[in-house]
């Protein structure tokens, strides 16, 4: 099936799968390859900063890496909806070359990003894996440790786990509407992606279900506790490094 220009059918899945695609819209917004590559700490001035900035500011998070850790699973769980949800209902996926696509590090989904040319390309897992963990997840993830003490493990496991929570909507949205070739290819897509080299390792899938091998410290955040696929079934009480990994 062939993507249309405004990608409406991702639209029924949720404000967390929708891409804007109005590039005149985004106005002097900067490109996600901005962000990444900016090196400027201030919090103004570099995007990226501000939205770890933001997301300290709304969770009260006691570590700026806590923050940048929930800041870094949230953008890559954007990213991994938009091109699974794409694969799945259209075996086909927009380039989203990081270059292309301008961000709002002050706005929230669908606000928040801007595709300014929609170019299809094959729906496979390859694919998939290089437009968002190459072209994306790597690079944010070495801005993201340049400016806060991350564990690499940390990142690999906040991507693994939003790859699992967009296959999982995914599958339950197609479940809803009858939709099982769609539940299937989102579930088989996601189980090819996690054997990635990027991302092997990093938990164990089961039919929709991840556990992850690592923590996102959401645990520091004051009434987080731990989330639902975390490597921990309570919040640890030693030393906060033991879960970064």
């Known amino acids: 099936m062939d993507l249309d220009p405004d990608?409406?059918?991702?639209?029924?899945?949720?404000?967390?799968?929708?891409?804007?695609?109005?590039?005149?819209?985004?106005?002097?917004?900067?490109?996600?390859?901005?962000?990444?590559?900016?090196?400027?700490?201030?919090?103004?001035g570099n995007p990226l900063i501000f939205r770890v900035h933001k997301v300290a500011n709304a969770l009260y998070a006691p570590e700026s890496r806590v923050?940048?850790?929930?800041?870094?699973?949230?953008?890559?769980?954007?990213?991994?909806?938009?091109?699974?949800?794409?694969?799945?209902?259209?075996?086909?996926?927009?380039?989203?070359?990081?270059?292309?696509?301008?961000?709002?590090?002050?706005?929230?989904?669908?606000?928040?990003?801007?595709?300014?040319?929609?170019?299809?390309?094959?729906?496979?897992?390859?694919?998939?894996?290089?437009?968002?963990?190459?072209?994306?997840?790597?690079p944010l993830s070495a801005a993201l440790r340049a400016h806060y003490r991350l564990a690499p493990g940390l990142l690999r496991g906040n991507a693994a786990s939003a790859l699992a929570g967009a296959a999982r909507e995914?599958?339950?949205?197609?479940?809803?509407?009858?939709?099982?070739?769609?539940?299937?290819?989102?579930?088989?897509?996601?189980?090819?992606?996690?054997?990635?080299?990027?991302?092997?390792?990093?938990?164990?899938l089961t039919g929709t279900a991840f556990r992850r091998r690592s923590c996102c410290l959401y645990y520091r955040v004051p009434g987080g506790g731990v989330c639902g696929d975390c490597c921990f079934t309570r919040p640890p009480r030693s030393s906060p490094r033991a879960s970064s990994g």
């Open 67 to 138: 923050a940048a850790s929930v800041a870094h699973q949230g953008l890559a769980a954007r990213l991994w909806s938009v091109a699974l949800g794409c694969a799945a209902l259209h075996d086909t996926v927009p380039d989203l070359d990081a270059r292309l696509m301008r961000w709002d590090a002050d706005g929230s989904a669908p606000d928040d990003l801007w595709l300014t040319h929609v170019r299809p390309l094959p729906g496979d897992a390859p694919t998939v894996a290089d437009v968002v963990l190459r072209g994306h997840l790597e």
């Open 170 to 204: 995914v599958d339950r949205w197609a479940r809803r509407h009858g939709r099982t070739d769609t539940a299937a290819r989102a579930r088989d897509l996601a189980a090819e992606l996690l054997a990635h080299p990027l991302l092997a390792g990093t938990g164990t």
């Open 7 to 44: 990608l409406t059918a991702l639209r029924p899945l949720g404000g967390f799968f929708v891409l804007r695609t109005e590039g005149a819209a985004a106005g002097p917004l900067p490109t996600l390859a901005q962000a990444y590559a900016d090196a400027s700490p201030d919090v103004y």
